[in-house]
């Protein structure tokens, strides 16, 4: 149970360090002393001290699962970031999106299905940022999605219809830019319908 929060501390400090909250001194010296923890209530303790949120913590009970490491409450992730940096991460079958997203992609590519994902009602943002690399959103047909973003010598597609914010049903909301890349969602059915 220590390694995994242990686990969880480190990737929120990444995500800090991903989006400039902190530089490499402070994200060096953090995961120096993130590792010489060796109990729940120092560890807890240290969630303040960086200012990593609590709420995205979820401290209560979290568990690994194929490597990848879930809350197991019910409460849901406030952030995430998803790096594509020349490598092509995934998301797909029952994962668990935060609300708000971040996709950065440079000379990789990523790849959300959101087929089998049971999102809760209201809106999922994502801020899909491609550069020299590709992020490709995969939605269930009739899921309500809003797409505004920008292509620079790069295509940020979007075939969807009219968005209906405040209906209450689960939706996505994708903006962002290209450049010299491509931000695409596609409608596909879930492979088990």
Request: proline share 5%; no cysteine; aromatic share 6%.
């Amino acid at each position: 149970m220590l390694e995994a929060k242990r686990q969880r501390a480190r990737t929120l400090l990444q995500e800090q360090f991903a989006s400039d909250e902190i530089d490499v001194d402070q994200y060096e010296q953090r995961v120096d002393r993130l590792e010489y923890v060796d109990d729940i209530d120092q560890l807890e303790r240290l969630f303040d001290d960086f200012g990593l949120p609590r709420e995205e913590a979820s401290l209560v009970e979290v568990e690994s699962k194929g490597g990848a490491l879930v809350p197991t409450d019910e409460g849901r992730r406030t952030g995430q970031t998803i790096l594509g940096i020349f490598s092509g991460p995934q998301r797909r079958g029952r994962w668990k999106p935060a609300q708000k997203i971040r996709a950065f992609s440079l000379f990789g590519g990523i790849k959300l299905d959101f087929r089998e994902v049971d999102l809760p009602p209201g809106v999922t943002e994502i801020k899909a940022v491609a550069v020299l690399g590709g992020v490709d959103i995969i939605v269930p047909p009739g899921m309500p999605v809003d797409v505004e973003g920008v292509g620079i010598l790069g295509d940020f597609d979007d075939r969807h219809g009219v968005f209906t914010e405040g209906d209450g049903r689960p939706s996505l909301r994708i903006t962002g830019f290209a450049l010299l890349g491509g931000v695409k969602v596609k409608t596909k059915k879930a492979k088990s319908a």
